[in-house]
């Protein structure tokens, strides 16, 4: 009975690692597919301050998770973008200019193509959860 078990078990895991491949590959697509670039001179010239990157988002209707998915960022960045800590390097400059250049509806549908490829997160905890070692104490005679 042990073969058969063992035999199920590796069958599960192979077939869990081709769909991880394949869940890879579909994001990698998808990313690929909705570049958003823009010439070097526009890079060149392009001002982005903190004001603006924020005016931007929210003229777009955008939460700042939301644009770090369009833009390929952590939303970390995005507030940092926002706060004037750091500032977009040129890459996210060319990225930055061309979704000035999108209507709403085209980022809507571009955000609901990215949220559609991308492999859903499992709920659960990373590392297991300690126990709090309680502190025996003992009764004390007199």
């Known amino acids: 009975m042990g073969k058969i078990e063992s035999m199920i078990k590796s069958e599960i895991q192979r077939l869990a690692r081709t769909l991880n491949r394949i869940t890879k590959e579909q994001v990698q697509r998808a990313s690929e597919q909705f570049k958003l670039e823009s010439s070097p001179e526009e890079i060149k010239i392009a001002r982005f301050s903190p004001a603006r990157i924020r005016a931007l988002r929210v003229k777009k209707g955008l939460s700042q998770k939301e644009l770090g998915m369009l833009i390929g960022v952590s ?61 025996r104490t003992k009764k004390r005679r007199r």
């Open 75 to 135: 939303m970390g960045t995005v507030v940092l973008w926002e706060k004037g800590k750091i500032s977009p390097k040129a890459e996210r400059k060319g990225a930055l200019i061309a979704l000035r250049k999108l209507k709403k509806r085209e980022i809507k549908r571009i955000l609901a193509e990215k949220k559609t490829a991308e492999p859903k997160k499992t709920k659960g905890r990373a590392r297991p959860v300690r126990k709090k070692k309680l502190a």
